[in-house]
């Protein structure tokens, strides 16, 4: 584990495996499309204004393409390095949030059954309240809303007279972060506030965790934090290189989990730090 607050110009060199999150990204655990809370994803691109969403939160999943330049100490960063990925929204797959879709999931537990949904697959209300540990007619209401937005749809396979399932609607979530705090910044901070508390709550819950790993996982996870001097480019490019990495991990989360491996959850926040 890094101390906190290592100021460096150059990434140490320590590996670099995250654990926690891939969130509001797929119905029932498809690949994500793009980095949104603990069952979900939240990443934002390196392109900067556009979020996606994975399984428990809306994220990021950019779609800038980094180019060679200087680093902050003069040297040439990542040069002859193409920073392409496939974190990129589906119009079929993937929803594009607009106001109406942000006021119904700027509740956090709203942002969280949708994760759970899409990462788990088609649950009742009864199943999702006992994950997050509420009653049913919390998440019955809140299920109903999430459908009256089109996030959410009945499972008519799996429904009955007696128990109600709802699936995702769709694999993954965009956001305009930009054209919507221009908008509504209300909104839009609310939202981003709400997958904030997510992975927070992702984390403490992996933490506390840790005594019941098995011993070949208990050093597998990482927490850590690292200070750049960098310009927006720079950064931009940075976080678009982090994304062509995990493409290289990427997995049908749809297929069942082959012997040996673990379901890891890997939650990314990069912003601008000012520290006086």
Do not use: C
């Amino acid at each position: 584990m890094n101390s906190p607050d290592a100021v460096t110009s150059t990434p140490e060199p320590d590996p670099t495996a995250e654990g926690v999150a891939a969130a509001n990204n797929s119905a029932e655990g498809a690949a994500p499309t793009g980095p949104a809370p603990g069952e979900g994803d939240t990443t934002r691109p390196a392109g900067g204004a556009e979020m996606v969403g994975g399984d428990e939160a809306a994220g990021g999943g950019g779609e800038r393409a980094a180019e060679g330049g200087q680093a902050a100490d003069g040297e040439r960063a990542t040069e002859g390095v193409a920073a392409e990925h496939s974190w990129h929204a589906d119009p079929v797959l993937d929803v594009r949030l607009d106001g109406r879709l942000l006021r119904a999931l700027a509740h956090p537990m709203r942002n969280r059954l949708l994760g759970l949904l899409r990462m788990h697959g088609p649950q009742t209300a009864t199943t999702l309240a006992s994950r997050l540990g509420v009653n049913t007619g919390a998440t019955s209401y809140h299920l109903r809303q999430l459908a009256d937005a089109g996030l959410v749809v009945d499972d008519e396979e799996r429904g009955n007279a007696r128990d109600r399932w709802w699936k995702a609607a769709h694999r993954g979530t965009y956001f305009d972060e930009s054209t919507l705090l221009d908008s509504d910044p209300e909104l839009a901070l609310a939202y981003l506030h709400s997958n904030a508390q997510i992975y927070a709550e992702n984390m403490f819950r992996a933490i506390d965790e840790i005594p019941t790993l098995d011993a070949e996982w208990r050093d597998v996870g990482m927490l850590s934090d690292f200070v750049f001097h960098l310009t927006s480019d720079q950064a931009k490019r940075m976080f678009d290189e982090l994304l062509v990495v995990l493409d290289k991990y990427r997995t049908d989360r749809t297929e069942p989990l082959a012997e040996g491996q673990k379901r890891i959850a890997v939650q990314i926040q990069g912003f601008q730090r000012n520290v006086e």
